[in-house]
């Protein structure tokens, strides 16, 4: 075999090659970005679960310090009512913020329960 003729057929050998290789190497590409994006996918889910996780923990605190709020405020309209004394409006509107808060609240653990469903 003459010497062109087997750079010939090692160059047609190469030609059909190399196409393979390049298929290899967009999938190794594809596999990398699409591991990549899946981690990322993971780490933010488990980001916002943490974050739901604190800010449900938090309306339940905020519910604890209205409920608070609302029982020494009630209590103290009532020894204000037992005196004959009124306490201003601003006091009774606290009052009636704080059990709007704690309604607020307990919607808002609503929609967090809600978001995690998602996940």
């Given at each position: 075999?003459s010497?062109?003729?087997?750079?010939?057929l090692?160059?047609?050998?190469?030609?059909?090659?190399?196409?393979?290789?390049?298929?290899?190497?967009?999938?190794?590409?594809?596999?990398?970005?699409?591991?990549?994006?899946?981690d990322?996918?993971?780490?933010?889910?488990?980001?916002?679960?943490?974050?739901?996780?604190?800010?449900?923990?938090?309306?339940?605190?905020?519910?604890?310090?209205?409920?608070?709020?609302?029982?020494?405020?009630?209590?103290?309209?009532?020894?204000?009512k037992d005196?004959?004394?009124?306490?201003?409006?601003?006091?009774?509107?606290?009052?009636?913020?704080?059990?709007?808060?704690?309604?607020?609240?307990?919607?808002?653990?609503?929609?967090i329960?809600?978001?995690y469903?998602l996940?």
């Amino acid at each position: 075999m003459s010497k062109e003729k087997a750079l010939k057929l090692i160059n047609k050998y190469l030609a059909k090659q190399e196409p393979k290789k390049v298929e290899l190497s967009l999938v190794d590409d594809f596999e990398k970005i699409f591991n990549k994006a899946i981690d990322e996918d993971a780490q933010i889910g488990v980001a916002l679960i943490n974050s739901l996780s604190k800010g449900e923990s938090k309306y339940k605190n905020l519910i604890n310090d209205y409920e608070k709020a609302i029982k020494i405020g009630e209590n103290a309209l009532n020894s204000a009512k037992d005196l004959g004394v009124d306490l201003p409006n601003t006091f009774k509107n606290k009052i009636a913020s704080s059990k709007e808060g704690v309604k607020e609240a307990r919607k808002l653990i609503g929609k967090i329960n809600q978001l995690y469903s998602l996940f």
